[in-house]
């Protein structure tokens, strides 16, 4: 990679390749910012424009705009409670208590910093090492992923504040909701009624935006219209005040974040939205301020916000070396690859070096970009929390309803957010977390897939399951999660089990 | 609207049995003991024996069997509340019909009506964003969002 520096400099820093990363960034920030449409949504809107492009500044046009739109989903989740995209869904909770707590600068300037230095850290991962680490990558088989998948379910479960019976039905209720559509394995339809637009299951999107808006909508009409005063981010400059000091305090969550996000991204199918689940469980495992997790803790923003922009570049280990996805957005970028004559493979760092370097220098300005462009677009969004919310509410609304339209271009997916909403504000009101059922919903088919398969290889048999060492650490680590409970409703300890 | 503990388990328990019951209807793969049903078995049993938890072990089990909160019990906040919710129902309903501008512009103006003091300022807000978010979304971003009856028009 060293080596070719100098021409992967080159092929970099030109005028033409500003421009391109500039505009891709700005596209970026904007789409991400908007709610229901994903980076993954970005990046395909790009593919056409690509075609005109020379193969580096194709990629690298994809790469800043998907860094810049899994970032910016962080602003509409702090101003309004609603993920831009699936990856903040981890945390939203905290970014957003923290607006309420007049501190949306620091829940930002954190969430900047931190999805800038957990990008860099993956972008480095990936040009020093991305070989040798998709080697591992591939010796996970459906027992490895099937263990992978039940951790950060049992994480999730764990994660919430609320009883562990609940958090425990609140997942129970996001892979029911999974299971609906055409089965992973034989393509049966389940729980269908009938209807078309469910056979390819319940749209993800429109059910993140409807268990996230609608029931902060719903409070906003019917609670009483105070203005809550909140706190301008003013001179964005200020979001760093005393932020250099939390992230020197945080410097293990940052390392960790960022090192779970990578490894996790390395995955094939598992993406910066599972990325940051498993990173924010970890974070509240080993913090000393439990409690504030889901209320604003700052020591699981850090490590989450890392975790996410990691996942983004270590999914681009198995695809560039391998041609294997990580995620959707690297299943695009393949196919642009492909198209360019960049044909992924292990081949392509000796044929393309030039090119393949660029490419992941690219990654690192694209995460440095984060900080001063990031910065812009906060502050420009911040404008939202001067509006008092019950005048907001309805425009809110109205992009809800675009968000969810969007993403499959089917009033379906409107009706999926309005009854998933109601769901969610039911699940409120009576102490179930929300957070549980979003991962339900994001890895039910990923669980349910490897379960299956795995059932199929091993005849039925258990113990195939945790014969590979992988899997039987895998399987050990669930153990543990879930031992920890009930080591403490033995003692005794069980008041909070309803 | 918070639901008793044993209301609520009972439901749990009937729909993870209901799950659990129309999963054995779901055809194995051929020449295995594993397929469709396989899954939902798995999780409808574990929904109905959490449901049964909650029967037995729910914290507010002499609660009321519903409690409505507070604000639903104000009219105005309820009929805002009911619009927003009944009006996006029927805007999906007829979302390719009546289309994107003029549906979310009756929706939102309704909301405001029913929400705030009657201001004409606040319509044309709501008209104003709607028209904005629906230029941007279908030439910007390409978002083919039905325009109904407005399509010449816009």
Redesign the interface.
């Not at chain 2, 971003?141 to 969002?145: F, Q, T």
């Given at each position: 990679m060293l080596a070719n520096l100098d021409a992967a400099m080159t092929l970099v820093f030109t005028w033409n390749m500003a421009g391109i990363i500039l505009a891709c960034s700005v596209f970026g920030l904007f789409v991400g910012s908007i709610p229901g449409l994903s980076a993954t949504m970005a990046t395909a809107m790009l593919v056409p424009l690509t075609f005109f492009m020379d193969p580096v500044p194709a990629v690298a046009a994809i790469v800043t705009t998907a860094a810049m739109a899994i970032f910016a989903s962080d602003i509409p989740a702090a101003l309004l409670r609603i993920p831009g995209t699936a990856a903040s869904a981890a945390y939203i909770d905290d970014l957003n208590a923290l607006t309420r707590n007049n501190k949306v600068g620091r829940a930002l300037g954190i969430s900047v910093t931190a999805s800038a230095i957990g990008g860099i850290f993956g972008s480095l991962v990936l040009m020093m090492a991305a070989p040798k680490l998709a080697l591992v990558s591939l010796n996970f088989t459906s027992f490895e992923y099937f263990w992978l998948a039940l951790l950060g379910l049992s994480a999730a479960v764990m994660l919430g504040s609320s009883s562990l019976l609940r958090s425990l039905m609140a997942l129970l209720i996001g892979l029911m909701i999974a299971m609906v559509g055409m089965d992973t394995t034989a393509g049966f339809p389940r729980y269908t009624f009938g209807s078309t637009s469910l056979l390819d299951g319940v749209a993800f999107v429109p059910a993140l935006i409807g268990m996230f808006a609608i029931p902060e909508l719903i409070r906003s009409f019917i609670g009483k219209p105070v203005h809550v005063p909140v706190s301008k981010v003013g001179n964005p400059l200020r979001m760093f005040d005393g932020l250099g000091k939390l992230l020197w305090q945080s410097k293990l969550n940052l390392f960790r974040g960022s090192t779970i996000g990578t490894v996790i991204g390395i995955l094939p199918g598992a993406g910066s939205d599972i990325g940051a689940w498993i990173s924010y469980a970890v974070s509240k495992r080993f913090s000393k301020q439990k409690a504030l997790y889901g209320k604003g803790t700052e020591e699981g923003l850090v490590d989450a916000c890392a975790a996410n922009n990691a996942a983004l570049s270590g999914a681009y280990v198995p695809a560039m070396v391998f041609g294997i996805p990580g995620d959707s957005i690297t299943a695009i970028v393949i196919g642009v690859l492909y198209m360019k004559g960049l044909n992924p493979g292990p081949m392509v760092f000796l044929t393309s070096a030039d090119k393949i370097s660029a490419i992941f220098l690219v990654f690192l300005i694209a995460n440095l970009l984060i900080i001063p462009l990031g910065l812009l677009a906060i502050t420009m969004a911040s404008q939202v929390l001067r509006v008092p919310k019950r005048l907001l509410a309805p425009l809110i609304l109205g992009f809800c309803i675009v968000g969810s339209y969007s993403i499959n271009a089917a009033a379906s997916g409107v009706m999926v957010m309005l009854v998933l909403g109601l769901l969610a504000y039911m699940m409120e009101e009576n102490g179930f977390p929300v957070a549980p059922t979003i991962l339900g919903i994001v890895m039910g088919q990923l669980v349910e897939r490897n379960f299956v398969t795995s059932l199929i290889k091993s005849d039925g048999g258990v113990l195939p399951f945790v014969e590979r060492p992988i899997a039987a650490g895998l399987a050990l680590l669930v153990l543990l999660v879930w031992s920890v409970p009930v080591l403490v409703w033995l003692r005794g300890k069980s008041r909070a089990w309803a | 609207?918070?639901?008793n503990?044993m209301a609520?388990g009972a439901f749990?328990l009937i729909l993870g049995s209901w799950?659990t019951f129309?999963?054995w209807a779901?055809?194995a793969?051929p020449g295995?003991?594993?397929?469709?049903g396989?899954?939902?078995k798995v999780?409808?049993s574990?929904?109905a024996l959490?449901?049964l938890?909650?029967v037995f072990?729910?914290?507010n089990r002499r609660a009321p069997l519903l409690v409505l909160?507070e604000?639903?019990h104000?009219n105005r906040?309820?009929l805002?509340?009911a619009v927003?919710?009944v009006g996006?129902?029927l805007?999906?309903?007829g979302?390719?019909v009546i289309g994107?501008p003029l549906g979310?512009s009756l929706?939102?103006c309704a909301?405001?009506l029913a929400?705030?003091k009657f201001s004409p300022r606040?319509l044309a807000?709501?008209v104003g964003?709607?028209l904005i978010?629906h230029l941007m979304?279908t030439r910007l971003?390409?978002?083919?969002?039905p325009a109904g009856p407005l399509k010449g028009w816009l």
């Open positions: - | 609207m918070k639901v503990d609520l749990f799950i129309t999963a779901f055809p793969m295995q003991a594993v397929g469709p396989t899954f939902p999780i409808g574990l929904i959490s449901g938890a909650l072990g729910g914290g909160a604000g639903w104000n906040n309820a805002a509340a927003a919710l996006t129902a805007l999906a309903l979302f390719e994107f979310a929706l939102l909301l405001y929400s705030q606040l807000l709501a964003f709607v978010v979304m971003l390409l978002v083919p969002l």
